[in-house]
């Protein structure tokens, strides 16, 4: 095993997590975030350096959560942690989604230098903790913000939804082209973004959405 890769038995999802990590560390880490710090994001009310931010946490989350002891309950689904979630439900002035944005700015004022160096410690350690996460027992791991538990693989899946879509946000802030993730990566965040979204829509909706533009409805956004 070389080193920064992963031994041979993981979990299928570490693979496509840990590419999908490292390319949205480069995004965060580049000299157009540094130029555009305090400019406000593609996420209205967020500012560029807030955003990557946000985006760099998702590897560090990983990073910690699964370097703490296994949860002592029981975890629930993947889908309903979104049925759960506060912000899924929440609007653009909801005070869940406020606190998100200005906590992501307050992290943003020790700035750009301390955010790369905290890039890459992270990716540094990331191999071994996904290595590790193979072999939790119990599998599950605390939610603490929310006070559920969510198997590794579930929990890997979030984490990767959100390096996904907030590295398109992030390019988009930056004028920069989208990262392309590995496929196995983006059939992950698809199934889980197409699973909400029936919920939210019903499922005549997401067909009509995928087959019928001319009976497609306005919007069928997972969130």
């Known amino acids: 095993m070389s080193a920064g890769s992963l031994p041979d038995v993981v979990l299928p999802v570490a693979d496509p997590f840990l590419a999908s990590a490292r390319l949205a560390g480069e995004l965060v880490v580049s000299a157009e975030v540094a130029r555009r710090w305090d400019d406000e994001s593609a996420c209205a009310g967020m500012s560029t350096g807030g955003l990557a931010h946000h985006l760099a946490a998702q590897a560090g989350t990983v990073v910690r959560l699964l370097g703490a002891a296994p949860a002592d309950q029981a ?11 506060a912000w899924v439900g929440s609007g653009f002035d909801g005070e869940v989604n406020v606190a998100i944005r200005t906590g992501a700015d307050r992290e943003a004022e020790g700035g750009y230098d301390a955010l790369v160096a905290r890039v890459r410690l992270d990716l540094e350690s990331l191999p071994g903790t996904l290595a590790a996460g193979a072999v939790r027992a119990p599998d599950a791991v605390l939610i603490p913000w929310q006070g559920w538990a969510l198997t590794t693989h579930d929990f890997l899946v979030t984490r990767l939804m ?8 992030l390019a988009v802030s930056l004028d920069a082209p989208t990262p392309q993730f590995p496929k196995a990566a983006v059939r992950l965040v698809l199934g889980l973004l197409t699973s909400v979204a029936v919920e939210r829509h019903g499922q005549t909706m997401l067909v009509r959405a995928l087959s019928r533009p001319d009976r497609a409805p306005g919007s069928v956004s997972a969130f």
């Open 75 to 85: 975890p629930i689904s993947i889908e309903e942690h979104y049925r759960r979630a």
């Open 162 to 169: 959100e390096i996904v879509v907030h590295a398109d946000d």
